[in-house]
Nanobody, 120 residues
């Protein structure tokens, strides 16, 4: 059973920085893509950033230029460095690991989430 454990959330003032880390119980090379999602109160969960097995990255428009996703295959971790944080970045952040299956389906694994709160 795959386990993803997030760490690094907390409270920060607007304009500050935080780093999140996701540790997987197995090799992250077994996943097609790893990503960070977030969910704010009353809103749907949304993709923040993703990184493929080959290292290609993708970001939500709202975080481009401020957030950086990276992976360490040796440590089986995926990190999210968040700079110039805004109050609207406040949410629970979830680590996701996905395996692409035939016929367009996906097998997803999720962490328990970590709270990020940005005060104005």
């Amino acid at each position: 059973q795959v386990q993803l454990v997030e760490s690094g959330g907390g409270l920060v003032q607007a304009g500050g920085s935080l780093g999140l880390s996701c540790a997987a119980s197995g090799s992250i090379l077994s996943f097609s893509v790893m990503a960070w999602y977030r969910q704010a109160p009353g809103k749907q969960r949304e993709l923040v950033a993703a990184i493929t097995r080959s290292g290609s990255t993708d970001y939500a428009d709202s975080v481009k230029g401020r957030f950086t996703i990276s992976r360490d295959n040796a440590k089986n971790t995926v990190d999210l460095q968040m700079n110039t944080l805004k109050p609207e970045d406040t949410a629970v952040y979830y680590c996701n690991a996905a395996i692409y299956l035939p016929f367009g389906s996906t097998r997803d694994y999720w962490g328990q989430g970590t709270q990020v709160t940005v005060s104005s």
